[in-house]
């Protein structure tokens, strides 16, 4: 996604506490529900769409940790 530099958002640094955890929370759960279906395209697209989000409000982008379970 391309981003209009000139536009005026509310960033991170404007937003309450709670509201920025809420934030992270839903991106947290949609890229979960893109995990579990085990679709590295839909996985790559999700993770694409909540890292554009996430630059959009201010952020540095988003680190994904894998983990594998035995």
């Given amino acids: 996604m391309t ?3 000139n536009i005026k ?3 991170f640094k404007d937003m309450h506490e709670d ?3 809420a934030f992270m929370a839903l991106i947290e759960v949609a890229l979960s529900c893109a995990d579990a279906l085990e679709d590295d395209e839909v996985f790559f697209n999700a993770h ?3 890292e554009d989000a996430v630059v959009l409000f201010g952020g540095n982008g988003i680190e994904i940790k ?5």
Avoid: S, W
């Avoid at 894998?66 to 035995?70: D, G, L």
């Fill in 48 to 50: 694409q769409i909540a």
């Fill in 66 to 70: 894998c983990e594998v379970a035995y």
């Fill in 3 to 5: 981003f209009d530099a």
């Fill in 19 to 21: 509201q920025v955890k």
């Fill in 9 to 11: 958002t509310v960033g």
